[in-house]
């Protein structure tokens, strides 16, 4: 079975930075599109970035941009969250998740629904 392992998250000040981590496992077929989700209690869960793993191709919400950096190892085992001059309003479960399937609509219609496989969640807390 389809495996990822989430770590990485902590407590940090505003201003901090963190580099989250996504081990994925048990699968045969090729990955096509790696991402990072967050959620809040009560609030429905975000898609944060996004990454074509084959082409690199990369997409960033906009609350996010310049700050975080998705990226994989060359085996795509591993996903990886960069986030850098974390605010508050970041603190989040944070998830990867993993899509075996091609997707031909735009980067800003990916959504929860899209990604089947999903990681358990790395807790990030940014405190003023």
């Known amino acids: 079975q389809v495996q990822l392992v989430e770590s990485g998250g902590g407590s940090v000040q505003a201003g901090g930075s963190l580099r989250l981590s996504c081990a994925a496992s048990?699968?045969?077929?090729?990955?096509?599109?790696m991402a990072w989700f967050r959620q809040t209690p009560g609030k429905e869960r975000e898609g944060v970035a996004f990454?074509?793993?084959?082409?690199?191709?990369?997409y960033y919400a906009d609350s996010v941009k310049g700050r975080f950096t998705i990226s994989q190892d060359g085996t795509k085992n591993t996903l990886y969250l960069q986030v850098n001059s974390l605010k508050p309003e970041d603190t989040a479960m944070y998830y990867c998740a993993v899509r075996f399937n091609p997707f031909y609509g735009s980067w800003a219609s990916l959504r929860e629904a899209d990604f089947r496989y999903w990681g358990q969640g790395t807790q990030v807390t940014v405190s003023s």
């Open positions: 048990g699968y045969t077929s090729s990955i096509y599109y």
């Open positions: 990454i074509n793993a084959r082409s690199k191709n990369t």
